[in-house]
């Protein structure tokens, strides 16, 4: 199991985002682990993205955006807790957000935390990643780099997929490049095109 290193997350967003996919996002409870594939993401920058959180400056709830890379940046959109890992080049701004998982270990769990029946309906969505989960602002500024942390993200095993891009969901304002990275033809992704 070899996690990702914080070097990982000291680029570009749109980078990490782009590399996050097919990579093994887990979350450690107890003696169960629930895993997932991640299959989609979108990329945040700072003061210039009118869709980020960083967009009007530093405040205390985006802090953690300004800082350290590889740890967790959670906040709550219409009643669901969205996870993000904080990326950018040192002494800029940035997150990725984590759209949706194709679930691979702890499904019944999933299913009763996110009180679901069908898998693919499990993540397919930042807010339902969450409940399936359990990531709540309790794992805010957690690292995703360190083995023993409760929410890391570890090597996937190889394969080849094609990535898609498009234009970032649910966002009135964006910028002109496509920000929004998914698995072509991956099930679990919410929605195949903006």
């Not at 967003?13 to 682990?33: F, S, W, Y």
């Not at 299959?39 to 530093?58: I, L, Q």
């Not at 702890?106 to 989960?133: Q, Y």
């Not at 570890?154 to 234009?167: A, M, Q, T």
């Amino acid at each position: 199991m070899r996690v990702l290193p914080k070097s990982f997350y000291e680029r570009n967003p749109a980078i990490v985002a782009r590399e996050l996919l097919g990579k093994i996002l887990v979350r450690k409870m107890d003696a169960e682990g629930l895993s997932g594939k991640i299959v989609e993401t979108e990329a945040y920058y700072g003061e210039k993205d009118p869709a980020s959180k960083a967009y009007k400056g530093r405040k205390a709830f985006n802090e953690l955006m300004f800082l350290d890379v590889g740890r967790t940046f959670i906040y709550m959109v219409h009643g669901n807790w969205l996870l993000n890992i904080v990326a950018h080049e040192k002494g800029d701004v940035g997150a990725v957000l984590i759209r949706a998982l194709e679930p691979i270990s702890g499904m019944e769990t999933m299913k009763k935390n996110g009180n679901v029946k069908d898998i693919r309906f499990l993540a397919n969505g930042p807010g339902k990643l969450s409940r399936a989960l359990a990531i709540t602002k309790e794992l805010n500024g957690v690292y995703v780099t360190k083995k023993d942390s409760q929410l890391l993200v570890i090597e996937g095993e190889r394969e080849s997929f094609e990535v898609c891009s498009s234009h970032r969901i649910g966002v009135k304002f964006d910028l002109p490049q496509e920000l929004r990275f998914f698995i072509k033809g991956n099930r679990f992704v919410s929605k195949a095109s903006s």
